[in-house]
């Protein structure tokens, strides 16, 4: 069994320690003790350096051992070890951050916290709720902060399992368990590293609700990541008002708007777009000569795309008239769309989908209008004569 330093003292940032056990290439380390925290409960390893050398990853092996895993080899039998206390400290505001605000969540509506993870840029939580409304979030919020004001006290504890009540969620370990707990609100069996008081936490913000398994995944910043990303989120409206020449306040308001009125001329476009493709189906279908078996028959190529909304509507113009077919082909991806008149003799989706069979594309349609894609430029090259007769 490795002592655990970090149990007692997480702010110790150095320690000295004997070398117990390694693997051959010396790149994993075992010592009698570590102040180093190895992935566990949700909570990501130190950083630091031990004897120098720079620590890549700590785990935590079934015996009860802790794993340094090194970049580069160790030498000798006493080490000390640095802590990157930047990092401990960030994982110390987070997890207590989250043993307050899954405190609140239960105090305030009885919703259970289901599991925990601490990322690089922000934590989440699932909890036991099929929703949470933005008022209950501003509650939650509220009453987090009104704790982290409050600087409640942030105890750990030695309890025997069969002894320790009022827990928040019940332990399945045996043995003695390790409480961590906030004065008057919460009493939680936990291995991770946690500040002394609630104001240490700095600032808790929820940031993002996802759906996930039925339940809530809520996604929260604490302490330094929260005025990070709220001096972030500052500047980011702040450049969007200026470029609006409005007020932060009004902002979002004048997106809203702008967006709809986006939405408006952005329908009108494509009305307009496919009026305007409908008169030049027509114009073409008059401008086209008709081959000798009197069908009038026309083709257009596009370079990129699919088959767009204004192509169907210049197709299905063209064969308005009497005795038409009408082709058009995209290279990238390679596509086609094929359209007939009803008294031009073709059935678009029959002949159509036999072409794309043979070519090693797929597609289909019905008598007037069909269409597919193809493998490649080469099958969509061999296909277009077929279709134009």
């Given at each position: ?40 409960g ?143 609100l ?13 104001s ?5 913000q ?12 809520l ?22 008002a200026?470029?609006?020449?409005s ?54 190529r ?6 767009s ?7 299905q ?64 090259e ?8």
């Open positions: 069994m490795t002592e655990r330093l970090y149990y007692n003292d997480p702010y110790l940032t150095t320690f000295s320690a004997e070398v117990v056990d390694a693997s051959e290439d010396g790149c994993t380390v075992f010592l009698d003790r570590t102040a180093f925290y190895p992935s566990s949700g909570q990501p390893f130190d950083l630091g350096t031990l004897g120098g050398k720079a620590i890549a990853g700590v785990e935590e092996r079934e015996d009860g051992r802790i794993a340094h895993l090194l970049a580069s080899p160790l030498d000798g039998r006493f080490v000390q070890g640095v802590i990157n206390w930047d990092r401990r400290h960030d994982h110390m505001q987070q997890h207590t951050g989250q043993h307050l605000l899954s405190a609140v969540l239960e105090e305030l509506y009885s919703i259970p916290t289901l599991s925990f993870h601490m990322g690089v840029e922000a934590s989440t939580i699932e909890i036991g709720a099929a929703s949470l409304t933005p008022e209950q979030v501003a509650a939650v919020e509220r009453r987090v902060h009104a704790v982290i004001w409050e600087g409640r006290p942030v105890q750990v504890t030695y309890e025997k399992a069969s002894e320790a009540a009022g827990l928040r969620k019940v332990s399945e370990r045996e043995g003695i368990l390790r409480i961590v707990s906030i004065e008057g919460d009493r939680s069996a936990c291995g991770g590293t946690h500040v002394r008081s609630t240490a936490i700095g600032a808790l929820v940031r993002k609700l996802d759906r996930i398994r039925g339940n809530v995944r996604e929260f910043l604490c302490g330094a990541r929260a005025l990070h990303r709220a001096r972030a989120d500052f500047e980011a409206l702040s450049t969007i200026r470029t609006f020449s007020p932060i306040d009004q902002a979002a308001e004048l997106v809203t708007a702008l967006q709809a009125r986006a939405a408006d001329l952005d329908r009108s476009r494509r009305k307009l777009a496919l009026e305007l493709a409908g008169f030049q189906g027509r114009e073409l279908y008059e401008n086209t000569a008709p081959s000798p078996d009197g069908v009038r028959r026309a083709m257009s596009f370079p990129s795309g699919a088959v909304d204004e192509t169907r509507a210049l197709a113009s063209f064969v308005s008239g009497e005795r038409a077919v009408f082709v058009a082909a995209s290279e990238d991806p390679p596509s086609v769309l094929l359209a007939a008149s009803k008294d031009s003799g073709v059935h678009a989706g029959e002949v159509l989908k036999r072409a794309l069979a043979a070519a090693g594309g797929r597609g289909g349609g019905n008598a007037q209008l069909a269409q597919g894609s193809l493998p490649s430029r080469e099958a969509l061999s296909l277009l004569p077929q279709l134009l007769g």
